[in-house]
Structures are given as structure tokens and as C-alpha cells.
């Protein structure tokens, strides 16, 4: 706060506690003598100026260490830290030296030789972490470093790094230390594994320390060496220790440590997920911390001590093989409680006096699990001793501790922890007086203290025993020698843009006179004494020695810190407030200013509260424009329905889109879509009803595929609309609302409804939801469409960056990061992205975020995410899967959806409740919902008409506790669906997905339900799993043929293990009496036996062994013989099995499945082996391997079904076909079964035929068809003979990806040909492109000058733009010339005025600055003007009025309005022939006290150069745009947008306007900027 007093080297400061904004002590050496620099530089408190002399330790922590045997430093030696890994060792040099300016950024952090000074103080033992990477002079220079300094008596434990069992997150674990020895123990010959490297380098430094201090150094006890493996997986120990019974770790090599080492440790943390059960009551203790530790603490300390006692027995063993040697001890290197989060829960319960006998209980259960086993814990460890207890040790507390810090009372309601510890041990140690902790328990607040005899009047008194006197150590709030002054601690809460002024700037006059000052949103106030705060996990209070602040806010503002407003009935949610007003009370100066709402389109009005009637009918989208009189100008396509609502308009009786005709005869076996009747694979017609010859596919029809799963994580392309793919919602602090309104999962309660959508939202709340996650750039590119209906505040965040906005509608850019936005510089986004590639799942805010922020009458409903190139819903809805996910599946014969039904038990397996057709995933559901409300997957009908376009079978699945009703209602769903298919379709039905297998949820509900029906006995799970699931099956096949399902068309599928013949056995026993029981055969219900069909090539059983072969070994392997008749053997066996039950074979997945046996089970696995298996995976090689495995399994299989189609390879295996939807060139494996399937031969390969043009099938790999490639011309578009030419549009980044990491071409050949029933012989005009403009985010565009007689009126054409090498895009067909002229729109004239935020009584003029402008003028102006314009006011916080906003004008489009259709046929010549202008009239109008002059024009032939009109009363610049609005008078019908910006200069070509305009009472007395209109007139011409 402020210098008291210097001298030479000396400055007393007076410090002041805070703790918003800029807190803590900011030192600034300003210069120094280079002769004689500065150092030795202490920061000590004044009372502890004299004992610094002698030590450098707080007196707090010295009382309290005093009661502790032995200290760990693993902290102090930032032992976790990355120093050198990977690079070069560590040497003792390049330790933290005594002295050093900083311990906290220091490679080894707290010097070594003031870590033995502690020890000496308090009598403590040294347990010291050695740094990972110290070479061997290190160790042997600390040693005997150690030795020197350490008083006799105390002794040396030395430890390697710390949990060297666990590697780097994205590696799979926690420290450095094991990569170092993963890194170094693959060094070796043979290698070593990290846990074997550790027990070596533990053995070296026996004989380092040896060498250096002698043999006497551990005979003496005065060195001791420690291991410390993982708690809760005793394998480490066993492995480590070298004592027998291992069961997944390879065993280290002789000598085992038993034979040397000194001590085990382990950390056998407790306390579970206490915190979840908070209820969020009160902030404080209530009655779920008892329930806590009723449910969930004491069960995780019996677990906790379940470890302790397999230690102690492996401990034990390792006594009895060590013989006569002094037997290993066993300690814990840390341990204690730790309950979850989020901290508003943890921090009532780490103070709630309820744990201090939970923490006693803790300690005193593990001790007597280590007797129970023969063993004694020699040494018990709390981890750690002072933290912020109620914050996440990543935010800078620490939930582990003891105590907050040494300052904390120790009292039941403030440190219960610590007590519970200090019951613990004073029990163990009857016999100490005074009791452990007892001093340190006490304020220093009642006796003498100071020399003088004084007393402290807060806080504590320490007097240590050589002095004379003591020293007062102050509470909060106070100082001075004995604490009696009182300098209050200043904590603000206000936030850094409370007192933000008011932009544009509002100005309050002071009463009684005095220079005007701006307005400010708030004003950073204090509480008044007693007034009580809720902060950072704790009740506050105002006092004398708390000067608690807030944010006051000035109306209408308000939020924690004054940044929230809105405007009068929040713009009726039809618009945006983007100034909110200033109200002026009755006892304020200040000046009150208007609010602005910008409205959006199809809305106007103050409030805008006036529907024009722009929204559709079926969805509430808006397709229009408000006239000037209020009604609606709807787009092309569109027409009002006589009720305030637009409808399709077409010139038919039925329309199926927006200008379009229905399709003919119904499109039996298609899709309708913009008039055209799309068929589906196998299909065609006019009316897709004419199936095609499928002589030619046999041998594609064998093969299957499953389709992976979409969830928010998963760059995996299937739909257009990816909102069901968002994760589940999260509550956050609404931004502004609270001081930490970043907080992932406040705990705050979510209401969602049945289609999971949020139902009501806190007013502090924001409910988010994240899609895109962590895929690394394999996202879509480009604009995307969140669109809603209902009344909802919606936004969008994270690598989504708002671009526009519209009723219900949010347009963003977005390029997927993996750092997220705003982190700079190219090596940390390679970081996070390199750490994506091994496994981590947080790495930074990427990923599209949506939230929903507050909540209307109108239910919030249907949200839909459309990627960029599908933002027409009608696209949606008719075409939702994706063209390249189609395109991948093109040619399967069956498509398989386990990964897309929910294969959970609803309600849980004690229950055996069953779950009903209602609960089932919907259509319209947010459907990829992880369980939140136990409707998991994509709806059957979507899973249906996907393989309805494919012209593949469905593999469904019949969730595992799905009811008899459900299944029936499932089969009338097929039913209804082979109405959509040809006669040939079939639908494959399977009861779940590996019931049997108990890594799955259904396999325990088998059990439970074979168990309570007799078909098995209790003692049998597996019995009782393979019998229900057989007995299960057969009632499902029946539930079909009974439900009236074509005979022949349902495939029933029972399924089994491929290795395991006893169970497949059961299982096909089991349903052979089923199907008895009522006269049935197994044949006659079931298609086929089915297995998966995986090879492995021998790998992944032992991960230590396989870790140390080469790519070149791993190929071997696969190839060899032996591999190959592993697989073809167990193939054949499940063959021969299937064939005496009289039912063919078939797989249900199939592929590689190379990945570590460990993972599978229980997630762990062997460092550098997963690298290896993906490389392995990538590998070109790979595609011979995986055809010689297919072509073995052909004589056992009826099919191939491919497992998965799109997966990121990860430790579980690397099953996908493709990584991601958009990898190129296409992946070994892909190619091999692509080749395999032999589909006809591409036609052409880039061209399209009459046929491809309706999904793009048959096309080259390479080829890629429509949307989002090429997005303009769309299917259906007509250009007319005036229209300039054709608009191509595309997305330049999406093609660039297939350049396999190339760069976009400087020049383009485009092609356009005609559409026909076979490929063209040529193109029928060609192009080169040189040179292109911006049309929208990652798009390009450009006009192709297409004249009459070029091509046939009326024909349909396609475009194909040969982007690259290998790379085409072909448009979808449309219609280049048509002769005549379309309705278009012309830019008719642009008019000025210079009025204020609110306008007296005067005569105005608006005064044309330009009259209609040209085409090729519109590049430039007033299209680039009003950009450049628009986008200075916007930076300026100004208003814009009217339907329009700034972010619709860009270079190329005006208002929607491709330029090109814009003024077509006008040159800059014909600006100077007044027929081209058009007559302006004006019609007299009134709004709110503004009068519209007579008409302007004296006949028509001449260009209006003025509106007048007269503001008879001061009136808001609102109801002058209302006026203008309603007066204006074209031919047809017509549309005024009126644009307010403030601060523009003149620009060429635009009429200077005059500043000096009338004076508003209140303005400041430098005259606010001109307002500059800009009134685009437009009418829609025949």
C-alpha cells in the first residue's frame, strides 16, 4: 500500500491484504550498480524480522512441524516437474543453490540445504524425491550434502521421483518421472519397462551412495531406499519387489528387490466422490455431508484399506524371502481424504467438524489392516499439510490438505482435518506430553507478549525461547506491534468494467453546476458494516477490519459487474438491444438517453414488437421482409397463408419446397427434394419405382459394416444437422452474473425436458453443450445455422464465433482449434494437439459451444445445428445424412447399428423393470445423450431410411430390456418400411450386442432375468447370461413373425463368442429348446450363428514383449502362417458348431483387433506399445493383410461386417476404416475391402449421369458431389438470360483438405456439361479461373459468364471444378439459361439526414446522394462503402435501425441480394439518362409526431432528390424512419431499410452532411457526430 520509512539495503512497506484484481506485492528493481548489483533481497514480516536471523521459517509452520517424525519434500523439489525430460540428465550444478533469488521457479525448487535445516529445527526425519533425470555425481553430491547438514539422529530416505508408476496424460497418467523411465528403459538391451527402470536406478543409487559415504552409510540406518508403487493395483508391488503372483506385468530382472530395498510405499487415498452428493444447500453443512460419509466416505476408506492389507501381505511375503536381513517396512508416502468436486461442495465438508473423526477413523483402519496381514505401517504420511482445502489444487488451493494454512485456527469448524490427524496421533502415542498439536491449537490473545509486557490484541504471540520477549503475529486486518491498529482488508467484488463508461457516451450534468462527466455503468461501492457476502466458498461480513465492495449499478444495468442490459421487454425477443437507454431518477443528474433495439428481419417497431408475417407456418423460420406499410415481402418461393404465416408458393397445387413441385407418383423408392424425385441405390424412374438389375453386386452384398457411434467427440460426418450429437448440458454461471462465471458444472440443477432440451434456466445460469470436441481440425469448415424454435436466449462460443443473427436463427464461423481460441502462437496449439493425438481429453476450449442463457413462454424446441453448406432446413430434413458418409457406404450390403442403439439397462438390473416403446431415442430428440436420460443413439427410423437410400439391409438391435409391447411396435415399424423398399429388402434383427459378454450392461441383466426364470442356477451367471439371452432371442424372432413381418424378409441373428465353444454351445443349445417348446426349428427363426470375426496376429496378450518389436516385426507377424490359421481354426470350429444346429455362419463385427489385452479390461497399457499398434494400422502393408484374412474367412462366413466404419485410433484398438470422414488419400484398409466388394466401375470417374446426380453414387473416391463442396449452383437453381451469368460458389478449405495438405491452385479449370443418361463426350463451355472473391467464410465465388446460345434454354448442366490432382467437385444440376427476366431487385437511390437520438420540432430533408447504381458499381460502391462504414460504427457502438443489419452487406451481396442480380442490365453510362431513374413518390404519413411532405416528383421521368418531412413535437429518430417507411410509394410492392450509423465522414460520391444541426436540450457541449441514413429503396420488378 504505501513505503513507512527506508534506509541503506532496508524498507518497511505497509502490505494490505485484497483479493480481486491485482492482488499481492508487486516488486520492481528499477536499477542497480553493476559493480555492485542487488541481491540477497528478503521479504520477512516485521515481527519475524529478528528470529529470520536465525532460520528462515514462519514460526507457524516451525509449532507445527514440531509434532510430525518425517517430511516429504516431494513438493519442494517440484519433483513433478518436466525439467530436461527427454533431453540430457541432470547434474548437480544445475540444482537450486543456497541463496537462490526464487525456490519457486528454481529447477529443483527449495535448495537442499534448507530442506535439512527444517529437519534439524523440528527433529524430523528427510524423505527426499530424487530429481528423475539427476545423473550420478548428483546423487552422490546430495547424498552427501544430506549426510553433512542432517543433525545425528536423523535419517535419509531416498526415493526416485515420484509415482514413477504413472507417465504423462496424454500418455495415459500423472508424472514425468515415468516417461524418463520409459524413455530410458527402452535405451537398454533388452529393454527394460519403466516400472523394471525404476527398481534399477533405485539399486544405483545404493551403490552411488555407497561409494561416496561407504558401506557404513546404510549399515548404520542412516540411508534408507525406498519404491513406490500404485496403491490400487498391488501388481506394481509384486513386480517392483520381485515376489511372485503378478498377473499382467512382466516380472524385473535378478536381483529382485526384496534383497536390498529398505522400505514400500504407497498411497492409499479415500474419501470417493463425497461431493456429489451436495444438494447445494445453504453453503454450508446440512444433512448431506452426513449422508456423504455414510454412503460414500466410509465405503472408500474400506476400499482404501483393502489396498493397505494386499500391501502389507505382499509386504510380508517379501520379509520371508528376505530371510534374516532387517525386514521392509511399510509406509505411506501420502494418504488422507479427499472428497471430489465441485468446491462449492468440497469446501463445507473439508470444514464440517463431522470428518474429524472420519479423518481418525481413516488412519486407525489402515493401521490395523497392515497388522490384520502381518505388517506395520512404520510411517504414516497426511499429503499435504497447509492448502486453500476448498479450492482445486489446479486453481491454487489445494483439497488434500490439512489445514487452509498455518494462520487457520485450529478449531472443529475450522480445521477438523487436522484435528482428526492429531486424534489419531496422540491415540497411538498415550505417553507424549503435552499432546501432539497442543500448543499450536491456542490464540495468542490473553497474556503478556512484547518485552514491555503488552499483549497481542489479535492474533497470535510467538516468543521464541532465547528471546527475551515475543512478537505478535496480527490478525487479518490489523498491525502494529501489539495489532491494535486497524487498516481494513480491502476485498472488491466489483469486477474491471464496473465503472465502464456508457458508449456512446451519455453525459450527467452535476447539480448546482459544474463540467458535465460521462456516465458510468456502476460505481464500486462498499457494504455496509454487518452486511454479509457469499465468496469464494465462504460467508464474508463487513466490518471495520472487511471493507467488502460490490458493483452498485446504475439502471439499467446490472450483473456482478454492471455489464448486463436490455431494452424495454428485451426487443420482444425479435430483435437485439444493442443500446440500452440511461433512466434518470429523481435523485440522480443524470442526462436519460433512448434505448435501441435493432430488430431482425421480418420484425419492426420500437420494440420491435410488429410481426410483419415473415415466419413460415411449419417452423417459425423468417423468408421475408417488412414492407413500409408492415406487411411481409417473402423471399422467392414463398406466400402468406392468409393467417399471418408464409407457405411454399410453386406454380402447383402441391408444392415440396419453396418454388418447387411435388414429386410425380408419390417417389415410391425416393426422396422428394426440390421437385425432383431423388431414388435411392438400387432404384429408378422418374418416380424411383423400377428397381435396377442387381446381377451386377453379388459379391458387395456379402460385405457389411458397423456404423460407429456420433457422439459430441467423434469427427465422424453423418448428418447435416450434428445438435443431437451435442453433449449433454452442463450449468455454468451465466456470464456477468457471477464472479466465477467460468466454472465447468456448478452444480447448479438442470430442468430438461423429454427431448432433452432445457425447460427453465436460473437467472444466473447458462446451460451449455459442446460439439466438434477435441477433433483436431477434421471438423467442417466453414458458416454454420443454429436454428430454434420456441422463445429462448441462445448463443454460441468456444471456435464458434457469432457472425449474424436472426429471429431463432445464429450464424457463426467455425474452424475447430485444439488449444481453443485465443491462444497464441503455432507451438502451443501443436502441443495440445500432439497431446489429442495420445489421449488427452482436455487440452483448451475448443470444440462448438452452444448455451442457452434464459428462457421465454414459448417452450424451447427443435434446435437444429446445420453444417456449413446445409443451412436450408428443407436440405435437412429431406437429405440429413452427410454426401461423404453416403459416399463411404455406398455398395455395403447390410449396415449394422449396435453403436447406435442404447444398449443400457434403463431403470438398473436389481430392479428388472422393462423399459417401453416411449422411451425409446425420437426423431427430434437431442439423441446422443450419454445416458442422461437413458435414451441413448439414433432413432430407429433414421437408422431405417439410411439404409433405405443405400439400398443396403438394416442390422437393428432390440435393446436389452426392451418389453414384449416394444418389440412389437419395433416390428410394425419394419413392417411399414418394407412399403419403401423393393421385394428384395430384408431387415436383420439381433437381441442387443454380446449379451453374454460381461463388459457389456446387458450381460448382467441376462443373468438376473435367466436367474429369476429358473433357466439357471443362482450360483451360475454365466449358465443363466447364455440361456436368457438364447431363450430371449427366439421370443423376439417370434414377436416379428407374429407382427405380420414378411416371411423371408426378417433376418434373425444369434450370436456368439468365436472362442469360447462351450458358451456357444449353451447358448445354441439353449435356443434349440426355445425354439421346441412350440414346434419351431432354429432354421426356421434364425438366419445365421454369428461371431466376430477379429484377428490380432498374435499380439497384445503381452504388451512388455510386443512393445519391443519393430514395425517391420509386427508386419511378420501378421503375415505369418501361424496367425492366419489361428483365425481360420476358430472360424472353423464356430463353422462346424453353427452347421449341426443347421444354421450357416456369419460375423457380426470383423477386422483387426490389435490392441492390448489390458486395455480392454481395465484400461491400462504398456507406454510406446498403442503408438506402435496405430502405426502399424496405417501402415501400406496393412491393406495385404487384411485382404489375406477375408479371403481366409470366405469359406466359413455368409458375410464380412466390417467393425467400424469411422474411428480414432486410440489404446483399445484402431478399428475404423477411416480415422476421420474426410481423411485422404483413402486408408490401407478401406482400400483393401473397397477392392474386395468389386463395385462397378466408377463412370468416368468425375462424371455425372442422370442417375449419380441423386445422391452422387457411382462416382471416383476422389469425386466429390454438391454441398458442402460446391454450394452454389444447388439443385434446382435457374439462371436467366439477365442475370449476368451463373454464380459459382465454393468451399475452398473443405477441397484443400483433399489435396492431402496441399495449397489452393492459382488457376481453376472448370467445365460445364451437360446432363444426360450417359457421360458427356466433352464439356459444353470451359473456364479458367484465375481469380475469385470472398462469398463466405472458407467459400469462394465467382460469376461465369454464360450467354445465350452457349447452352440449351431451359437444360439441366452440371459444373465440375478440377480443384487439383485427383481432386474434382461436381455441382449439383441446374438450369444455366432461361430466356426472359426474373423478378429481381434494384438498387433505387440512398438518401441522407443529419438528425440526433432524439429530434425537436423542425423541417428536415432527406437529400439524395446517389441514384440507382450499376452493377459493376456495386463492387464497389455503396457495397464496399457500407462495409467499410458499417463495420467503423459497429466498432463504435452505434445503432442500427430497421431490418437489416451490417453483417448481411458484404462485398458480392447487398441485403441477401447476390450482386449479380442487382441492377442487371444498368451500366455506369446509363446513370446519366433520367428514364433509368426511377420517380420516387412519397405519400403524406404521420408517426409519433412526424409529418411526410407531398410527393416529390413532378412527373416520371425524373429522379426525386428529396424526402421532406416536419417533426411537429421533439420526437425519437424511430418514429422518423416509421414515417418514411409508411410514406414511401413504389409500383408493386416495395421495401424501405433504413441504416443509422454514426461517425462517418463524406466519402466519394456521397453529399457532405451538415453537422450543425439543431441543439438538444442535455447534449455535451462538443456536438455529438452527423447520424448518416442510408435508404435502400428496393422493389421487385416482373
Excluded at 460 to 467: D, I
Excluded at 655 to 683: D, E, I, K, N
Excluded at 726 to 744: A, D, F, N, Q
Amino acid at each position: 500500500r504505501k513505503v513507512v520509512r527506508v534506509a541503506p539495503g532496508r524498507a518497511e512497506v505497509l502490505v494490505v491484504l485484497t483479493t480481486d484484481g491485482n492482488n499481492g506485492v508487486f516488486l520492481v528493481i528499477a536499477r542497480t550498480n553493476p559493480a555492485n548489483p542487488v541481491r540477497n533481497i528478503q521479504f520477512i514480516p516485521k515481527a519475524a524480522e529478528a528470529a529470520a536471523r536465525a532460520n528462515p521459517f514462519q514460526p507457524h509452520l516451525l509449532a507445527m512441524f514440531r509434532n510430525f517424525g518425517t517430511l516429504r519434500f516431494m513438493d519442494w523439489g517440484r519433483t513433478n516437474s518436466d525439467f530436461n525430460v527427454g533431453l540430457a540428465p541432470l547434474r548437480w550444478a544445475q540444482r537450486t543453490p543456497a541463496g537462490a533469488r526464487s525456490y519457486a521457479v528454481a529447477n529443483t525448487g527449495v535448495p537442499y540445504e534448507v530442506m535439512a535445516q527444517l529437519c534439524n529445527l523440528v527433529g524430523a526425519h528427510a524423505w527426499v524425491n530424487v530429481p528423475h533425470n539427476a545423473d550420478d555425481d548428483f546423487v552422490a553430491s546430495l547424498a552427501e550434502l544430506l549426510h553433512s547438514a542432517l543433525r545425528p539422529g536423523l535419517t535419509v530416505t531416498l526415493e526416485y521421483s515420484n509415482e514413477a508408476w504413472g507417465i504423462p496424460r496424454q500418455y495415459g497418467g500423472l508424472h514425468s518421472g515415468g516417461v524418463w523411465a520409459a524413455l530410458e528403459g527402452a535405451k537398454l538391451a533388452p529393454p527394460l519397462s519403466h516400472y523394471c527402470w525404476v527398481v534399477r536406478r533405485t539399486r544405483e543409487y545404493r551403490d552411488i551412495v555407497t561409494a561416496a559415504l561407504g558401506e557404513e552409510a546404510f549399515a548404520s540406518g542412516r540411508f534408507k531406499l525406498l519404491l513406490a508403487p500404485q496403491a490400487g493395483y498391488a501388481d506394481t508391488g509384486r513386480v517392483m519387489l520381485g515376489v511372485p503372483g503378478a498377473q499382467w506385468l512382466a516380472s524385473c530382472p535378478d536381483p529382485p528387490a526384496y534383497s536390498w530395498v529398505d522400505a514400500v510405499a504407497i498411497a492409499p487415498y479415500a474419501g470417493g466422490d463425497a461431493a456429489s452428493h451436495y444438494d447445494g444447500s445453504a453453503y454450508g453443512a446440512g444433512p448431506w455431508v452426513a449422508e456423504a460419509i455414510a454412503k460414500e466416505v466410509n465405503a472408500s476408506v474400506a476400499e482404501s484399506a483393502a489396498w493397505t492389507r494386499e500391501y502389507a501381505a505382499i509386504v510380508a511375503e517379501a520379509n520371508r524371502l528376505r530371510g534374516a536381513k532387517a525386514p521392509i517396512a511399510l509406509r505411506m508416502y501420502e494418504g488422507g481424504l479427499h472428497f471430489g468436486y465441485p468446491e462449492e461442495a468440497n469446501i463445507p465438508i473439508n470444514f464440517d467438524p463431522a470428518v474429524r473423526p472420519v479423518v481418525a477413523r481413516y488412519f486407525a483402519v489402515h493401521a490395523e489392516a497392515a497388522a490384520a496381514a502381518g505388517t506395520t505401517y512404520t510411517t504414516v504420511m497426511q499429503f499435504v499439510g497447509f492448502g486453500a482445502a476448498g479450492k482445486r489444487w489446479d486453481l491454487g488451493g489445494d483439497p488434500f490438505a490439512l489445514i487452509n494454512s498455518p494462520f487457520t485456527p485450529t478449531t472443529d469448524a475450522a480445521a477438523p482435518k487436522l484435528l482428526g490427524f492429531a486424534d489419531y496421533a496422540n491415540g497411538r502415542c498415550p505417553g507424549v506430553a503435552p499432546p501432539l498439536f497442543d500448543a499450536w491449537t491456542h490464540e495468542g490473545t490473553g497474556g503478556a507478549c512484547l518485552a514491555d509486557g503488552r499483549a497481542c490484541k489479535t492474533g497470535r504471540c510467538f516468543a521464541p525461547p532465547e528471546a527475551a520477549g515475543g512478537a505478535c503475529y496480527c490478525a487479518v486486518g490489523t498491525y502494529g506491534d501489539d495489532c491494535s491498529e486497524v487498516e481494513p482488508v480491502v476485498t472488491e467484488f466489483c469486477g474491471y468494467k464496473c465503472g465502464e463508461l456508457v458508449q456512446p457516451l451519455v453525459y450527467a450534468v452535476p447539480r448546482g453546476g459544474g463540467e458535465p462527466r460521462a456516465a458510468a455503468k456502476g460505481e464500486c461501492r462498499s457494504l455496509q458494516d454487518g452486511a454479509k457476502l457469499f465468496a469464494r466458498g465462504h460467508w464474508l461480513t463487513a466490518s471495520a477490519a472487511m471493507d467488502l465492495r460490490t458493483c452498485a449499478c446504475h439502471a439499467p444495468f446490472y450483473g456482478h459487474d454492471c455489464t448486463l442490459f436490455d431494452c424495454p421487454r428485451e426487443c420482444s425477443r425479435n430483435g437485439r438491444c444493442i443500446h440500452p437507454g440511461l433512466a434518470a431518477p429523481a435523485n440522480s443528474s443524470y442526462r436519460p438517453a433512448p434505448h435501441v433495439c435493432e430488430c431482425f428481419r421480418g420484425f419492426r417497431g420500437i420494440y420491435c414488437e410488429e410481426d410483419c408475417g415473415c415466419r413460415a407456418e411449419a417452423d417459425g423460420r423468417v423468408h421475408g421482409e417488412c414492407t413500409a406499410d408492415g406487411r411481409c415481402l417473402p423471399d422467392a418461393g414463398w406466400e402468406g397463408n392468409g393467417a399471418g404465416r408464409l407457405r411454399w408458393a410453386c406454380p402447383c397445387e402441391v408444392c415440396s419446397g419453396p418454388g418447387y413441385c411435388a414429386c410425380p407418383s408419390g417417389c415410391r423408392y425416393g426422396t422428394c427434394f426440390r421437385g425432383t424425385c431423388l431414388c435411392h441405390r438400387g432404384v429408378q424412374g422418374a418416380a424411383c419405382d423400377a428397381p435396377v438389375d442387381a446381377a451386377a453386386a453379388p459379391e458387395g452384398a456379402r460385405y457389411g459394416v458397423n456404423v460407429n457411434s456420433v457422439p459430441y467427440w467423434a469427427a465422424h460426418w453423418v448428418f447435416v444437422d450434428i445438435f443431437p450429437s451435442l453433449s449433454e448440458w452442463v450449468s455454468v454461471y451465466r456470464s456477468g452474473y457471477h464472479p466465477k462465471t467460468y466454472v465447468w458444472g456448478n452444480g447448479q440443477e438442470r430442468h430438461l425436458g423429454a427431448d432433452g432440451l432445457p425447460t427453465h434456466v436460473a437467472y444466473d445460469q447458462e446451460l451449455t453443450g459442446l460439439v466438434n470436441r477435441n477433433t483436431r481440425y477434421r471438423s467442417p469448415i466453414g458458416v454454420y445455422h443454429l436454428v430454434w424454435e420456441g422463445d429462448a436466449s441462445v448463443g454460441v462460443g468456444m471456435d464458434a464465433v457469432e457472425e449474424g443473427r436472426g429471429k431463432n436463427a445464429i450464424r457463426a464461423k467455425f474452424r475447430g482449434t485444439c488449444a481453443g481460441p485465443g491462444v497464441e502462437g503455432d507451438e502451443a496449439e501443436a502441443e495440445a494437439c500432439a497431446a489429442l493425438e495420445h489421449g488427452a481429453t482436455y487440452v483448451g476450449d475448443n470444440g462448438f459451444n452452444v448455451n442457452v442463457r434464459g428462457l421465454g413462454a414459448a417452450p424451447l424446441r427443435r434446435m437444429q445445428l446445420l453444417l456449413p453448406g446445409f443451412e436450408d432446413t428443407g436440405r435437412a430434413e429431406a437429405l440429413p445424412y452427410h454426401p461423404l458418409f453416403l459416399k463411404d457406404l455406398e455398395g455395403y450390403g447390410v449396415v449394422r447399428f449396435h453403436t447406435w442403439t442404447d444398449q443400457s439397462v434403463l431403470y438398473g438390473v436389481p430392479a428388472l423393470r422393462e423399459r417401453e416403446w416411449e422411451q425409446r431415442v425420437r426423431p427430434g430428440d437431442k439423441f446422443f445423450e450419454h445416458g442422461t436420460f437413458n435414451r441413448s443413439g439414433v432413432p430407429y427410423e433414421r437408422q431405417l431410411r439410411l439404409c433405405r437410400i443405400l439400398g443396403a439391409d438394416p442390422w437393428l438391435h432390440v435393446p436389452p430390456d426392451a418389453s414384449d409391447a416394444f418389440v412389437t411396435r419395433l416390428a410394425e415399424l419394419v413392417r411399414e418400411e418394407f412399403t419403401h423398399r423393393p421385394d428384395s429388402a430384408t431387415v436383420y434383427i439381433e437381441y442387443g450386442n454380446e449379451m453374454w459378454n460381461p463388459l457389456f450392461p446387458g450381460a448382467e441383466w441376462c443373468a438376473a432375468k435367466g436367474i429369476a426364470l429358473g433357466l439357471a442356477p443362482a450360483d451360475d451367471p454365466n449358465a443363466a447370461r447364455y440361456a436368457y439371452y438364447a431363450h430371449r432371442s427366439v421370443e423376439i424372432c417370434r414377436i416379428f413373425r407374429d407382427a405380420g413381418v414378411g416371411a423371408g424378409r426378417t433376418r434373425c441373428v444369434l450370436a456368439g463368442w468365436v472362442t469360447v465353444g462351450h458358451a456357444n454351445e449353451a447358448i445354441l443349445d439353449a435356443a434349440h429348446v426355445a425354439a421346441a417348446a412350440s414346434g419351431d426349428s432354429l432354421s426356421s427363426l434364425f438366419h445365421a450363428f454369428a461371431v466376430a470375426a477379429y484377428y490380432s496376429c498374435g499380439m497384445g496378450r503381452d504388451g512388455a514383449a510386443d512393445v519391443l518389436l519393430s514395425l517391420d516385426d509386427m508386419v511378420a507377424r501378421c503375415r505369418a502362417q501361424s496367425a492366419v490359421e489361428e483365425f481360420v481354426s476358430a472360424l472353423a470350429d464356430a463353422h462346424a458348431l453353427a452347421e449341426t444346429h443347421g444354421l450357416p455362419l456369419t460375423s457380426y463385427e470383423a477386422g483387426p483387433h490389435i490392441s492390448e489385452y489390458s486395455a480392454i479390461h481395465d484400461g491400462t497399457e504398456t507406454p510406446g506399445l498403442t503408438l506402435k499398434f496405430i502405426e502399424l494400422s496405417r501402415d501400406a502393408r496393412m491393406k495385404g493383410i487384411y485382404t489375406t484374412y477375408m479371403d481366409a474367412a470366405k469359406p466359413y462366413l455368409a458375410e464380412w461386417m466390417q467393425f467400424v466404419d469411422v474411428s480414432m485410433p486410440s489404446k483399445y484398438g484402431s478399428f475404423g476404416l477411416r480415422e476421420w470422414t474426410s481423411q485422404v488419400p483413402d486408408p490401407p484398409k478401406f482400400e483393401a475391402l473397397r477392392e474386395a466388394m468389386a463395385p462397378p466401375a466408377p463412370l468416368g470417374g468425375n462424371c455425372l449421369t442422370k442417375a449419380a446426380a441423386h445422391f452422387g453414387f457411382g462416382l471416383g473416391r476422389q469425386t466429390v458431389y454438391g454441398p458442402p463442396f460446391v454450394v452454389s449452383p444447388r439443385r434446382g437453381d435457374v439462371f436467366y438470360g439477365g442475370d449476368g451469368g451463373v454464380l459459382l460458389a465454393w468451399n475452398w478449405l473443405e477441397l484443400d483438405r483433399r489435396l492431402r495438405g496441399g495449397r489452393s491452385p492459382d488457376s481453376v479449370p472448370v467445365h460445364l456439361y451437360r446432363l444426360g443418361e450417359a457421360c458427356p463426350t466433352g464439356p459444353t463451355l470451359s473456364f479458367t479461373l484465375g481469380e475469385w472473391s470472398n462469398y463466405e467464410y472458407a467459400a469462394r465465388s465467382v460469376v461465369l459468364p454464360v450467354v445465350e446460345g452457349d447452352v440449351d434454354d431451359g437444360a439441366e448442366y452440371y459444373l465440375a471444378v478440377e480443384w487439383g490432382p485427383g481432386v474434382t467437385a461436381l455441382s449439383e444440376p441446374f438450369i444455366p439459361w432461361r430466356a426472359g427476366a426474373r423478378p429481381t431487385v434494384q438498387v433505387a437511390a440512398a438518401y441522407a439526414v443529419q438528425p440526433v437520438d432524439a429530434a425537436p420540432a423542425a423541417a428536415y430533408t432527406l437529400t439524395m446522394v446517389s441514384a440507382v447504381f450499376a452493377a459493376d458499381e456495386l463492387t464497389a460502391f455503396p457495397a464496399e462503402e457500407f462495409r467499410t462504414a458499417l463495420a467503423a460504427a459497429a466498432d463504435a457502438g452505434s445503432a442500427f435501425l430497421g431490418t437489416q443489419t451490417a453483417t448481411n452487406i458484404t462485398v458480392g451481396y447487398v441485403c441477401n441480394i447476390p450482386v449479380v442480380q442487382l441492377a442487371a442490365g444498368v451500366t455506369a453510362a446509363d446513370r446519366s439518362d433520367p428514364a433509368v431513374c426511377w420517380c420516387v413518390s412519397c405519400a403524406a404519413a404521420a408517426r409519433g409526431g412526424v409529418s411526410l411532405a407531398a410527393p416529390t416528383c413532378a412527373d416520371a421521368t425524373r429522379c426525386a432528390t428529396a424526402i421532406e418531412f416536419t417533426v411537429t413535437a421533439a420526437a425519437p429518430l424511430s418514429n422518423v424512419v416509421a414515417a418514411v417507411h409508411k410514406g414511401r410509394q413504389l409500383t408493386g410492392d416495395a421495401m424501405l431499410t433504413a441504416i443509422v450509423v454514426e461517425g462517418i465522414a463524406a466519402a466519394d460520391g456521397i453529399a457532405a452532411v451538415d453537422t450543425e444541426g439543431p441543439d438538444v436540450e442535455g447534449s455535451s457541449a462538443a456536438a455529438p457526430s452527423a447520424l448518416l441514413i442510408f435508404c435502400i429503396v428496393a422493389a421487385a420488378l416482373t
